[in-house]
Structure formats: structure tokens, C-alpha cells
């Protein structure tokens, strides 16, 4: 599996900075994919983490908090719960029609806050994408959204540091990964903090 740097990445930056309107304690309701029987992602995070592990900048992710970010709908404290059903049952309705859906990862890409697996834009994935932002606007009000970049984080910087040596003893272990990995994730509406350095939720509905 290949490895992508960012073009001109000269210096990482700390990830875990807050973002408005999040703090210690406080939760968002979310969607994410997540990777209980996503065994190949499973072991190639395993694989990667004693390399990461060298590193003091570098945050590996835990396997069992492996996930790829979907869409929002606000933080717990704002979200009234009917409308958060009326979210659920339309989203996972969507869900259960899909037929298999798999994603596939292509390469390993090192960015200015972490080092990531990039997943394909399947068909599948985006329309589930844009079904979540169709209903969570629909009941919850209009917003903005940005692009959706489909990726699992395999690690978070936690500060500066110059990132050719990473990439260099992440290069041995990714040669031995296949160019496509392709796995089956679950669809989970949780409820996200971030209090310590890591990303962990409570599983509100899964499938």
C-alpha cells in the first residue's frame, strides 16, 4: 500500500485543539462507520502501532475506537431525542437496503493533524452521505456542510514534528499491505467525546 504526504507538509500541528463549541464533558451526536468486524483494518492498525508508538508527537489510535467520520447532527445537549429517532430510523431504514456494502481503502495518507487510511467514494457511501445530510437538515434546519473525505484515522499528532521520519518507518510495514483492503463496517449513531486524546462514543444504534 502506497503512502501520500501532504504537498509541502513541512511541520505537523496538534490535533486536539477544541473546536467551537465543544469542551471537556460535553458530547455530539453523531454518525460514524465503525470497525468491530473490520478485521483487515483491525489488523492493519495493529501492524502499524508499534511504529507509531515511537514517536511522542504521535497518538496511535486504539483498535476498538477505529472509525470514519460521517455527519453530525449536533451536540447531545441541543438535539431534542424525538427528532434524533426520526434521524435514526430514516438513516438506518437507508442503511438495511444497501446491498453489501464494502469499503475499500487505497493508500495510507500523512496529514498536517494525523496519518490516515483514504477510503474509495463509492457510490453506496456517498449517497449515504448525502441521504444523513438530506434528513438532518430536514428535521433538525439547514447548514453548511463541507466535503465528505471518507478516511480512518490510524493515528493524531499531539504536536509539531517533522514528518519524513514517520513516513519512513511506516514504509516497510505498508509494503506488506495489499494496494485495496476492503472490509464491512457497521453504521453507528453514537454519542462522541474526545476528553483525553482520543475519540470514544457511547453506541446509541448500531447495525
Known sequence: ?????????????????????????????????????ADAVRGLARSVRPV?????????????WLHLTMNGLGFADEVPDDRL????????????SLDDPVLRFTHLFVGLEGAM?????????????????AVIDRLLGPREWGDFWPH??????NGPMDPGPLVGALAPVLDAVPDGVDVAPALTLMRLGRDERVYTWEVLRRV
Not at 508508538?53 to 476498538?64: K, W
Open 1 to 37: 500500500m502506497r503512502i501520500d504526504t501532504a504537498p509541502e507538509l513541512g511541520r505537523t500541528r496538534s490535533h486536539w485543539y477544541w473546536r467551537p463549541g465543544w469542551a471537556p464533558g460535553r458530547r455530539m451526536c453523531t454518525f460514524h462507520l465503525t470497525m468491530e468486524r
Open 52 to 64: 507509531l508508538e515511537r514517536f511522542e508527537c504521535v497518538d496511535p489510535v486504539p483498535e476498538s
Open 85 to 96: 429517532e426520526a434521524i435514526a430510523d430514516e438513516v438506518f431504514a437507508l442503511w438495511s
Open 117 to 133: 487510511l483514504v477510503a474509495e467514494r463509492s457510490d453506496w457511501l456517498m449517497a449515504l452521505a448525502r441521504a444523513q445530510r
Open 152 to 157: 480512518v484515522s490510524l493515528c493524531y499528532f
